[in-house]
T-cell receptor
Framework: GQQLNQSPQSMFIQEGEDVSMNCTSS?????WLWYKQEPGEGPVLLIA?????ELTSNGRLTAQFGITRKDSFLNISASIPSDVGIYFC????????????FGSGTQLTVLP | DGGITQSPKYLFRKEGQNVTLSCEQN?????MYWYRQDPGQGLRLIYY???????QKGDIAEGYSVSREKKESFPLTVTSAQKNPTAFYLC???????????FGSGTRLTVV
C-alpha cells in the first residue's frame, strides 16, 4: 500500500527546544491528521486539518495543511519530557475504502 | 464512555499455535481495522472491514484471518502460517467520515 514520506525518522532534542517534522505524498489528500503514540499504547489523534493552507494549533502543537494538498508539517514548541513518543502523519480521502494512509513515523526523544 | 478495547494487553504463545486477539468498540463505528507494528517501523494494514459480514485483505494479510459477525467486534486470528508473528497489534475503528481513526491500546504478542 502507499506510504507517506515522513521525516525525520528520529530526533533527539533538548528540553525547551522547538521541533519540526513533515510529511509529503505523491497524491493529494482531503484531510491530513497527526497522531502521537506513546510507548506500549495506541496512537492518539493530535490535530486534524481539512483545508489546503489551513494552520491549526493545539496548545504547543501547530500543524499546517500544505497548499498543494500533498504535504503537511507539525511543529512542537518548547518541548517537554512528556512529548516523547512516535508521531505519525496520515492522509485521508473521503470515499477511500482503506481510508487512512500513514507515514512511517518520527521517533522523538527529549533530553533533560 | 465510548471507546475501543483490545485484549489481552500481553499475549504469549508457543510456535505453531493459533491465537485470537480481541477488539471491541462501542463507538457505533462501521469500519474497523487491524494493523501490525514492528519495532522502528510504521503501521502495516492487515485486514479491514467496512461493514458487518464483509472484510478485505490489507497489505500483509498472509497468515492472518478475521471475522466481522457483529458491528462491535473484529477479532484477529494469528495462525501458525504467519512466519514472524511476534509484534504489536493495533485495532482501530472509524465512523467513515473524515475524522480519522480511534485506536485501541494494542496487544503485544510474543511467540516463543
Amino acid at each position: 500500500g502507499q506510504q507517506l514520506n515522513q521525516s525525520p525518522q528520529s530526533m533527539f532534542i533538548q528540553e525547551g527546544e522547538d521541533v519540526s517534522m513533515n510529511c509529503t505524498s505523491s497524491s493529494i489528500f482531503n484531510t491530513w491528521l497527526w497522531y502521537k503514540q506513546e510507548p506500549g499504547e495506541g496512537p492518539v489523534l493530535l490535530i486534524a486539518l481539512y483545508k489546503a493552507g489551513e494552520l491549526t494549533s493545539n496548545g504547543r502543537l501547530t500543524a499546517q495543511f500544505g497548499i498543494t494538498r500533498k504535504d503537511s508539517f507539525l511543529n512542537i514548541s518548547a518541548s517537554i519530557p512528556s512529548d516523547v513518543g512516535i508521531y505519525f502523519c496520515a492522509g485521508q480521502n473521503k470515499g477511500s475504502a482503506r481510508q487512512l494512509t500513514f507515514g512511517s513515523g518520527t521517533q522523538l526523544t527529549v533530553l533533560p | 464512555d465510548g471507546g475501543i478495547t483490545q485484549s489481552p494487553k500481553y499475549l504469549f504463545r508457543k510456535e505453531g499455535q493459533n491465537v485470537t486477539l480481541s477488539c471491541e468498540q462501542n463507538l457505533n463505528h462501521d469500519a474497523m481495522y487491524w494493523y501490525r507494528q514492528d519495532p522502528g517501523q510504521g503501521l502495516r494494514l492487515i485486514y479491514y472491514s467496512q461493514i458487518v459480514n464483509d472484510f478485505q485483505k490489507g497489505d500483509i494479510a498472509e497468515g492472518y484471518s478475521v471475522s466481522r459477525e457483529k458491528k462491535e467486534s473484529f477479532p484477529l486470528t494469528v495462525t501458525s502460517a504467519q512466519k514472524n508473528p511476534t509484534a504489536f497489534y493495533l485495532c482501530a475503528s472509524s465512523a467513515g467520515t473524515l475524522y480519522g481513526y480511534t485506536f485501541g491500546s494494542g496487544t503485544r504478542l510474543t511467540v516463543v
